[in-house]
């Protein structure tokens, strides 16, 4: 089965950012209820890819109204649709993130978000006993060229208790662990953007389940479960 993106999610996209108020979606409510149903068809096909090869519990997409209480900017909607996969906790870690938006401006991301204060911990732990396993991960020319190098904010020094030193602290000051990867409009257009992007989310795997057993664990190796 062939889904494709439909052209006119990102028109849509493009008129609300020109006329972002409530007068014009209102009067073109009908339209993007139209393109939301072809969208969480979507997310929904892309959710079924990922039980083919993970265990996924839960899809969320995100509505198309933004929060503006503590905004500057005061908008009403989001110019884009964004949907989250999450794995089965808590023996899995990790999750997925499409992001679809017009004027290039589309992505895919994985990783840890925001890991709990315990969660972080552990993580940085782990990294300042033995970086060499995630290194091996990361570096590998296969993983490497879908999903390049970790983004995400990170600390300007070591967090406390942490040799500012360590060979490992480009690692252990990371508040996010966090994978991203770029797309064009005609990327997302293409025949083959959904199954482009099910390859790219496999290919995350080996990060997953070195994480999840980092978080599943103690120091010592043995299940916290």
């Known amino acids: 089965m062939n889904v494709i993106v439909p052209k006119a999610a990102l028109d849509f996209f493009k008129k609300l950012k020109q006329n972002n108020n409530r007068d014009w979606f209102n009067e073109h ?5 139209i393109v939301e149903a072809e969208v969480k068809g979507i997310y929904n096909f892309i959710f079924d890819n990922l039980n083919s090869h993970d265990d996924v519990d839960k899809l969320k997409l995100f ?6 209480r503590f905004s500057k900017d005061k908008t009403p909607y989001k110019t884009h649709f964004g949907g989250s996969f999450h794995r089965t906790k808590p023996k899995l870690r990790g999750g997925y ?16 978000w925001e890991p709990n204060k315990d969660d972080l911990l552990r993580i940085r732990r782990e990294f300042e006993m033995d970086d060499a396993e995630i290194r091996k991960i990361i570096s590998h020319k296969s993983f ?16 406390r208790d942490f040799d500012k030193d360590h060979k ?4 252990i000051k990371k508040k996010q662990y966090i994978f991203t ?5 005609k ?7 959904i199954k482009e992007v099910n390859k790219s989310f496999k290919a995350i795997r080996p990060y997953f389940d070195y994480m999840s057993d980092v978080l599943t664990t103690n120091l010592n190796g043995e299940s916290i479960l």
């Open 187 to 193: 990327d997302v257009l293409d025949n083959g953007f």
């Open 181 to 185: 990867k770029k797309y064009t409009d």
């Open 144 to 159: 490497k060229n879908i999903w390049g190098e970790f983004v995400g904010s990170e600390l300007k020094t070591a967090p």
């Open 97 to 112: 993130y499409l992001h679809l938006a017009p004027d290039n401006e589309s992505f895919i991301a994985t990783g840890f």
């Open 168 to 171: 490992a602290i480009d690692l």
């Open 63 to 68: 509505r198309i109204y933004r929060d503006v």
């Open 29 to 33: 409510k009908k339209e993007f209820k």
